[in-house]
């Protein structure tokens, strides 16, 4: 248990921890994997954040891997390499990923512009803009959007 830290800033591994809750600061580390991340204010910078049980209600998730997590939830994921199979990548700032495909839902987003792969999604409804992605297709639910530069 690591929770409740002010400063875990420029840690090589961190991986297999069972609780890096509620921690002021996680930047610039090697790996952050599996466990709980949750209510954390800046994972940003981290190699790999991959296969966690709950990323939600971060403050800035951006750059790296986050693929195979439950929850990546509120803020910004953006600018990272690999968002795919995601249960839940909902509320903030979506934009300059790689790959969303396979997620469950990506409802409630303000930016999800120029991402690579939006395929396969569950639920993309209620974007603000979701101009400039490289493939929609076999989506269950793209209605309430405003397609209007796709």
């Known amino acids: 248990d690591l929770g409740n830290n002010g400063d875990l800033g420029n840690n090589g591994d961190l991986e297999n921890i069972g609780d890096l809750g509620n921690n002021g600061d996680l930047e610039n580390n090697g790996d952050l994997g599996n466990g709980d991340l949750g209510n954390n204010g800046d994972l940003r910078n981290n190699k790999d954040l991959g296969n966690n049980g709950d990323l939600e209600n971060n403050g800035d998730l951006g750059n790296g891997d986050l693929g195979n997590n439950g929850v990546l939830g509120n803020g910004d994921l953006g600018n990272n390499e690999d968002l795919r199979n995601n249960e839940d990548l909902g509320n903030g700032d979506l934009g300059n990923n790689g790959d ?51």
Do not use: A, Q, Y
């Open 100 to 150: 969303l495909r396979n997620n469950k839902d990506l409802g409630n987003n303000g930016d999800l512009e120029n991402n690579g792969d939006l395929e396969n999604i569950g639920d993309l409804g209620n974007n603000g803009d979701l101009e400039n992605i490289g493939d929609l297709g076999s989506n269950e639910d793209l209605e309430r959007n405003l397609m209007k530069e796709i």
